[in-house]
């Protein structure tokens, strides 16, 4: 079997040079279906990647709990701006729910920062010392501020990176003074850059300081007041604990007994991550259909030229038949025919994807994943094709009566 | 001498469409190893449908047909082509090589279906080929060939599997008659020095004197089986006729 094996393979290329330019059209079609995959498959993959890190980068165990006014009727108010929520909440939250490791208040304005003749607008936001921990933020240089700081309400600040970069360019901005408003404050340390971004806001372009001396100097609240509070679950499988025991005890301290009407809401990452992958899995359905559908058309191409190829070497198949093939025999050589159509339609088809993939990249500067599975399964189904749309035409071949394919003009 | 062929009472029924042909009509043939059978008859007469019949290429519709001791009645399409490939030669009138493909390859092909090796394949064409005289030919493709050149290499290629019987439909049918007497000379020869066994369908009575045996249908009966006990020389006449500076031209078969 072997033996008929490699002499079909010889025979399957030589039937393939013998008519090129049909070959090459039915290996177009195989090779535009396989290259829309891989390049498809490669654009689906990256920004799904650059979408996730994002989404991981604000932490996957993240929970924002955002202030409202209560609203018993009428208009919403605009969220965060009314409401009730305090810090005192924040450490109620800390000290009761056993799934939140960390709670941090927040409230932020963008202002201008001034440092010399440079001076650069960012989000300048009051929280504590926490904050990093719940944004995973990493310290580049200096340090955090101190409990001290927090208490005493010091003109004190940490910069993002881009902000940092902003005003001071190479200088070591810790240790300097900059000017927010009216009021001087000193910059402790800079922050590690992330990077990554979602939805246009740059996490690297921000100015922090304690909540207290935002309320000071920045914008006057009411003492205590934040619009925001940022907890951490202790892991992310408990996110949805935390969430229920957040809301628990905030619906007890607000004095909430409509529960449907709270003064607050919960958004996790969790929820984030299942739109995020809504969408994927709507869109990888896209692909996939496209993929199908196209490699569809490609084998329908092969099928075609598999059959014409029969009917053409009808009394060829006869004379085979009468010198002992078997009906296997003949299936194979058919099968392997179609097999090498489709495996140089698969394999042209990766090369021009890659090809293209690399062009985009270039040139365009997209962010293009192509994972290794996907040209394995982009091969592996052009294989698949030849074999599946290979099949009738072999088979027919196969069954030919070798009296009449032998008198077969 | 063993019988290799053996028929009792073989019938062939063709239904085209509500019309029933019967082509074979009750058929008591028995063929030993070593004769040089030649079927003869009109037009019609179901020479080539007994021919299938033998080749393996066809079931009788009634009646038991064995093949060097086979029952061949009984046997699957698969089993029947292992048969073909083992015992049985075919020879046919339009020569039936694969086109653009060489010489040797041609040959080569029953041994690919016995599953050998490419290298001992090579080396016994190579070596069956220079036996018909073509050894200079080897890498012709068939358009590269006179007739009679093509028909050798179809002789060449139902002998590389060594079988014991060689069925040849008319397979001077597209040669002129110093061809055709090349090729039953090498027939003959063939016969004579291998004790190969040969049934061959002619139109042509030249062609019939050669064999050691006439048998005659008509009707899908068969109607005569006559023993001749001095053969026609085929050899002979074909070295007479290349004394004689008489032109030849080889027709090529229908490809
Ligand atoms: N596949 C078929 N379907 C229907 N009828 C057939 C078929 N093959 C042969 N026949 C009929 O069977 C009869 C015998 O045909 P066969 O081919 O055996 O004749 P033959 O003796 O070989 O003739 P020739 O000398 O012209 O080749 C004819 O009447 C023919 O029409
Ligand atoms: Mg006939």
Redesign the pocket.
Known sequence: MLATALSALRIAFRSVMRSKLRALLTILGILIGVAAVVIVTALGTGVQDKVVKSIQSLGSNTILIISRPAQRSGARGKAGVGGRMTEADGQAILREATSVAAVVPMVSAPAQVVFGDRNTSTAVIGTTRDYLKVRSYELERGEMWTETDERLKTKVCVMGATTAANLFGSVDPVGQIVRIGKYPFRVVGTLERKGQSLGGEDPDDRLLMPVGSFRARVLHLPAGRVWLLMASATDVDTTARAEAQIRAILLQRHNITDEDDPDFVIHTQAEFMQLQEQIFGTLQLLLVGIAVVSLVVGGIGVMNIMLVSVTERTREIGIRMAIGAREGDIMIQFLIEALVLCSLGGLSGTVVGLAAIQAMVVSLGWNMILPPQALIAALATSATIGVVFGFFPARRAARLDP??ALHHE | MEPIIEMVGVEKD???GPVV?R??IDAHITVNEGEFVAIV??????????MNIIGCLDRPSRGTYRLAGYDVGSRSNNARAVLRNRLIGFVFQGFNLLPRTTALENVELPLVYRGQRAKHRRAHARAVLAQVGLADRVDHTPNQLSGGQQQRVAIARALVTDPPLLLAD?PTGNLDTRTSDEILALLQRLNRERSLTIVL?T?ESDVALCASRVIT?RD?HVRSDVRQSSPRDAGEAAARAQSEPEPTSARPGGE
Not at chain 2, 41 to 50: C, E, I, V
């Open positions: 009296i009449e | 063709y239904a085209s042909v082509a074979l008859g009109p037009s019609g007469s179901g020479k080539s449908t007994l008319e369908v139109h249908m899908g």
